[in-house]
């Protein structure tokens, strides 16, 4: 049943990188967190109305191709982001982020602040500043652990306690995809992204929002990402894990009408 949801929403390909795209209006650019992929917006592309959805697969996620970069940092995301953005010609874009892909998404704003009308950060990854042991650990666990391994152990973490069951079943999904190597690449990525530098350089409207059970990227932090940004807003998300497009669909759906 999963699969033939995600059947629908065909992976397409523009240059180096992987989406799934769906409806007309204004574009709102959804990316994805270090366990997932563009499938983990799966709720969003099947019930938002009114926007031009286009959820893209990261460098070495899904069928977009990986970075020429070993080591990748923030900045190399967001200019193969920029990429995908001239190709579909898109001039004027919301982005939603999860997690690891609101550091990607705070990184291209800062570069791109022209092209960017707002954002939307959902559990943002605020980056380690080069703290290299939370990379050991995150590879080390991978390692030993596999995509497989990793979905069965991590999946039920990432949501709160009374999300419902195909919150899981989607985040297991995302997570037995994922290409060792690129995921050692948004490890590096996030070990030495630092999102409050880049806060500080968009000017424009912000959203974050995080789950009051969210234990991956608790609410202190969260709080302290939109106290960086020049004109962010913060909103705490009751019963919520760390994944609340996944977990409460209808409430995200909401606050993107709301604030988009």
Known sequence: MLDERIARFASR??????????GAGQALVLLHGIGSSSASWLNQLETLKGYRLIAWDAPGY???D?????????????????????????KDVVLLGSSLGCLMAGAYAAAH??????????????????????????LEQF???GPEGLAERRSPTLVGKNSPREAVELSRWTQRRIRPQGYRQ?????????????ARRFPKKVLV???SEDVVTPEAGCKAVAAAFPRAEY??????????????????????RDFA
Do not use: N
């Not at 390909?13 to 769906?22: D, L, M, N, P, V």
């Not at 960017?116 to 995150?138: F, T, W």
């Not at 909103?235 to 993107?256: F, K, N, Q, Y």
């Open 13 to 22: 390909k523009s240059g180096a990188i992987a989406y799934r795209e769906t």
């Open 62 to 64: 899904g069928d977009s």
């Open 66 to 90: 990986f970075l020429l970069q070993e080591k990748p940092l923030p900045p190399h995301y967001a200019a193969a982001l920029h990429g995908l953005v001239e190709r579909l010609l898109l």
């Open 113 to 138: 602040p022209e092209r960017v009308r707002s954002m939307i950060l959902l559990g943002p990854a605020a980056g380690h500043a080069g703290d290299e042991s939370k990379q050991r650990e995150r």
């Open 186 to 198: 948004a490890v590096h990525c996030l070990t030495h992204g630092w999102l409050a530098e880049d």
């Open 235 to 256: 909103r705490s998300l009751p019963g919520i894990g760390h994944v609340p497009h996944l977990e409460a669909p209808a409430t995200v759906d909401a606050l993107i």
């Open 209 to 211: 929002a995080c789950g």
């Open 143 to 145: 390692e030993a652990l």
